[in-house]
């Protein structure tokens, strides 16, 4: 299974926010030399939950960290801009669907 990607964050603009993270990876990961993590999978491919007391408010699917939320959709979701997020990500794989899970609140 993929690992759950690491260190997310946010960072909020005028239009919504950009929500970031950093990808893992079960193979060639541990190479120094190399700026960019291997990826391990067929296709880079994530899950990103929006929550609201643990219910889902809104599924992202990405191909690439940043995510952006508009803040269209924020105010949709949960009526108004928030100072916080509570996030659940995954990355997928072709054979497992779904990797492991990173639970946040940024």
Known sequence: MPYAP???SARRTAEGVFLSFIRRSRLDADDW????IGLGEDSEAY??????????????KLTQSPAFYTL???????????SHFSLR???LSRK???GFMRQQDI
């Open 89 to 91: 990500l995954y990355q």
């Open 72 to 82: 269209a959709d924020e105010l949709s979701d949960y009526g108004s801009q928030q």
């Open 47 to 60: 899950e990103l939950e929006l929550l609201k007391d643990n219910s889902v408010l809104r599924l992202l």
């Open 96 to 98: 497992v669907a779904r």
């Open 33 to 36: 030399e190399n700026v960019e």
């Open 6 to 8: 690491v260190h997310l």
